[in-house]
């Protein structure tokens, strides 16, 4: 199981990597995405994978009995989703705005933050 | 147990709530912002008082035992980052009136500067790897909304580069601390340094511990990892910079103090060499970069990187003396940093331009703002009696007495050419004369804003008294250091005896 996980989170890897790559801001979010839920496939694989019982206590008793899986991990997954989902939805409407000011989703043609001008419009004066 | 220890946490996400009911009401939200600030610094003195006199404080939040629950820890570093934070906390909030228009006002400024350093405090302060990155994240949200609040298209393309560096950088955290996790099952710091001396394959937590030196590595700017930063500091208002400048990067800084002496300590793996020739490098392309920018943020943005350089160096030289330098820089740059920050604001306004080519004559015109430019920038530089001459001076005792002579070398050449780009932005935007075709433009120059004046006068105050006088601070410093290179008080503290 592990050697599975393995190979599929290298996998996520290696793709996210190749988009990230990318000069286009689409390609490189959809990396973002893959890269995220790749991480969180190793926090799962970090707290041990085993087939084994919910960590539910019985009632009247003090401890589980027997193996129970780990819970922990899930909620730093859990906890991860939640913050992931909220900068992803971030970053595309940053993304949308961009496209819809700059005209572009080339990384390269997007010179305004540090133009070689140097001049006030490409930086300063923005409360003005 | 100290419940006193939440309040600076505690303390901005409530105003945040406050300020947005009262987003109609600028003269109220802009008392309500400075109130708030000067409680945190109050409440952050309180702290580092009770740090110094009875010792690290802990509180174990919702009373779960460490390293079960989470667990707020405050010992000399993190009590003196957290009043620091204070500092700026006030000075930004009090700023923010001359310079945060309607506008800004209407798309949130100030409940997003209280989540801001409600984060910077909370990371500040967590003893819990996991909680640290929970922290991160909360600070970047903030922080990527306030750096492209007004939408232009510097601050949009700027945006576009901090954002996605830093995501990167989270991702690399996240994956190292599951890592972490893996090999030793606890996420408390003060766990974690027993626990991962315990793991039997030093190669494994060292290359976790490269993951770490990474996604830190990025947030504070060292090299080669620091181009998200001079891309994007630049281009949000005068207010929002400061504190990006005064703060964000050296949270990055505390983290990689804060893990390679708790949780992978030097003397366990082999990354000592890596740092140092990492702070050599951050220092000389971060001034040499500044030397050739003629945009004045621009050239204080390279000249954060530089700095970076100093701290990291005092990390990685990893003696008492060098700690304190570090710990004793940090608290000087950001002060000075922020500072000049604000300072570059009334260049803009009083000079017409944040660019070097087409500003000028202030030295005649206002004298003041000379002088004030002045105190700041050649702090920065290094110049007696100011704090910056201090911090570096015991930089590079410590380079000096630890053998690194190349090091120490390093450190003084970076330092006169920092003079440089001081004195270029000295003599372009105070000694020359205002360029004509500006001078014909100029419509009445905008009435003095002493909301604007007095956070920048009272810092510029702060790093003459600090030179003045830095005993005090060379004291609270060293104590950080030596809690630093000694954590078994830090874990006894934490996690009591066991295990």
């Known amino acids: ?128 | 147990m100290n419940s006193g220890l939440a309040a600076p946490i505690i303390i901005p996400f409530a105003t945040a709530a406050v300020v947005l009911l009262g987003r109609h009401q600028p003269t109220f939200q802009h008392a309500t912002s400075i109130v708030a600030a000067a409680l945190h610094l109050a409440i952050g003195a309180w702290l580092l008082n009770e740090v110094h006199h009875s010792g690290i404080q802990v509180l174990h939040v919702a009373a779960w035992q460490a390293p079960f629950g989470i667990a707020l820890v405050a010992d000399h570093l993190s009590a003196l980052m957290v009043v620091i934070t204070g500092v700026i906390y006030t000075a930004v909030s009090i700023y923010s009136r001359g310079e945060i228009n309607a506008d800004l006002r209407r798309r949130g400024y100030y409940p997003l500067l209280h989540i801001l350093v409600g984060g910077i405090s909370g990371a500040f302060l967590t003893g819990d790897l996991f909680n640290l990155y929970v922290w991160f994240e909360v600070m970047l949200m903030a922080s990527f909304a306030l750096l492209v609040m007004g939408k232009t298209r510097a601050q949009l393309d700027g945006g576009v580069k901090y954002v996605v560096i830093n995501l990167i950088s989270t991702l690399l955290f996240l994956t190292g601390l599951g890592l972490v996790y893996g090999m030793t099952g606890t996420l408390n710091m003060a766990h974690l340094h027993v626990k991962l001396k315990m793991v039997s394959d030093p190669g494994l937590v060292a290359a976790v511990a490269v993951l770490f030196l990474t996604a830190f590595g990025i947030k504070s700017g060292l090299f080669p990892l620091f181009f998200w930063l001079p891309a994007s500091y630049h281009t949000p208002p005068v207010a929002t910079s400061a504190i990006f400048a005064g703060l964000l990067t050296k949270v990055g800084v505390y983290a990689l103090i804060r893990t390679f002496t708790l949780i992978f300590p030097f003397e366990d793996n082999g990354l000592r060499g890596l740092v140092l020739v990492a702070a050599a490098a951050t220092m000389i392309v971060g001034v040499l970069g500044a030397a050739t920018r003629y945009h004045i943020r621009r050239i204080l943005s390279f000249h954060i990187i530089s700095q970076v350089g100093y701290m990291i160096l005092g990390l990685g030289l990893f003696t008492p003396l060098a700690l304190a330098g570090a710990v004793f820089y940090l608290l000087h740059h950001i002060i000075v940093k922020a500072n000049l920050f604000l300072i570059s604001g009334l260049i803009q306004r009083y000079g017409g331009s944040f660019e070097l080519s087409r500003t000028g004559g202030l030295y005649r015109s206002r004298g003041w703002v000379a002088l004030l430019f002045f105190i700041p920038a050649f702090s920065l530089a290094g110049f007696p009696p100011l704090s910056g001459f201090w911090a570096k001076m015991i930089l590079i005792r410590a380079s000096l007495e630890a053998g690194h002579f190349v090091l120490a070398a390093v450190a003084a050449v970076v330092g006169l050419l920092t003079v440089y780009s001081m004195v270029k932005i000295w003599s372009e935007a105070f000694w020359k004369p205002q360029p004509e075709a500006i001078k014909d433009n100029t419509v009445a120059p905008p009435r003095l804003d002493a909301w604007m004046l007095a956070p920048i006068v009272a810092m510029a105050a702060l790093t003459v008294l600090i030179g003045l006088s830095p005993e005090p601070v060379y004291q609270l410093a060293r104590a950080a250091a030596d809690e630093l290179l000694e954590p078994g008080a830090y874990v006894y503290t934490v996690i009591g005896t066991m295990r």
């Open chain 1, 1 to 128: 199981m592990e050697v599975v996980l393995a190979v599929l989170t290298g996998g996520m890897v290696a793709g996210s990597v190749f988009l990230m790559l990318s000069k286009n801001l689409v390609r490189f979010i959809f990396g973002l995405v893959l890269a995220s839920n790749a991480v969180n496939l190793v926090i799962f694989a970090a707290g041990r994978l085993e087939t084994s019982q919910p960590p539910l206590i019985p009632e009247n008793a003090s401890h589980a009995a027997g193996a129970v899986a780990n819970s922990l991990p899930q909620a730093l997954i859990l906890t991860a989703i939640v913050i992931g989902f909220a900068l992803l939805a971030f970053i595309f409407i940053l993304f949308l705005c961009t496209y819809e000011t700059l005209g572009t989703v080339d990384t390269e043609a997007m010179t305004d933050a540090e133009s070689l001008a140097e001049e006030d419009s490409a930086a300063g004066g923005t409360h003005s």
